[in-house]
């Protein structure tokens, strides 16, 4: 079993990272564009833990396999919106049955989706960033963490995309 971090950055960035994703990423507005993206079940599991239940590991803190897991599917989720969301934000949708200011509101959503993810993005590359740190310090005479999951060579660019 891997060390488990109670680390209080840790948390916030975990909690703006669900915030941010809440508001400008999956909302009314988006959800059925999301909804179509290509990714499995697993993954939209390990989004929902980060995005949805951070307050679940207040007390028992993450442990730090699940936190690369949860930056993976996070990762996954950003390259896939970006190659798939865009397009069907765009152009799907049915936008003549929302009012004037929900019409507002949407437009605002799909114009700002790109940048937005780019922010997440941001977002979860500072937290992998602190999480290899903490692995990094409590590893000190044995493997790091991290090594055990190849697929974190993916994740630049996964986020870049």
Not at 18 to 42: C, E, P, W, Y
Not at 51 to 78: P, V, W
């Amino acid at each position: 079993m891997s060390m488990q971090i109670k680390n209080p950055e840790v948390y916030s960035l975990i909690e703006a990272i669900g915030q941010h994703f809440k508001t400008n990423i999956s909302n009314r507005f988006t959800r059925g564009a999301l909804s179509m993206l290509v990714l499995d079940n697993a993954t939209w599991n390990q989004i929902e833990e980060l995005t949805e239940k951070s307050d679940n590991y207040r007390y028992q803190g993450y442990h730090l396999d699940e936190l690369y897991g949860l930056i993976l599917a996070m990762a996954k989720f950003i390259s896939a919106a970006r190659k798939q969301a865009s397009q069907s934000l765009r152009y799907g949708g049915s936008v003549d049955k929302l009012s004037g200011q929900d019409r507002v509101l949407r437009d605002m959503v799909v114009n700002n989706f790109s940048s937005n993810l780019n922010i997440l993005s941001d977002s979860v590359n500072k937290l992998y960033m602190k999480v290899v740190e903490i692995d990094k310090d409590a590893s000190i005479g044995r493997q790091p963490v991290f090594t055990r999951f190849p697929e974190l060579g993916e994740l630049g660019r996964y986020l870049v995309g």
